[in-house]
């Protein structure tokens, strides 16, 4: 299996040696994106009213933001951002 691209780090700050990274640096690229996604996700399904019905559901609003974040990665790579 190979492994995902994340982006690297959301808010990268040097450590030690000046621009080395270490693993405190946070969250991903890849879960910034996704955490801004899910209001998405969960808006897209339920509204604004997503209540109980959407709380059984999060796990597939929480797959769908991550899809999204995973969409905009391969965006920000390929240079479609413009």
Known sequence: M??????????????GVVGELTP????????????KALP???ARDYGNDWGERGV???PLAAKAAYKA??????A???????
């Open 56 to 58: 059984r559901h999060l």
């Open 24 to 35: 405190m640096d946070g969250m991903t690229l890849r879960d910034y994106f996704a955490a």
């Open 2 to 15: 190979s492994e995902r691209d994340d982006g690297g780090p959301a808010f990268p700050r040097p450590h």
């Open 69 to 74: 974040a995973d969409a905009m990665l391969l």
């Open 40 to 42: 998405w996700a969960l």
């Open 76 to 82: 920000r790579k390929e240079g479609s951002h413009d």
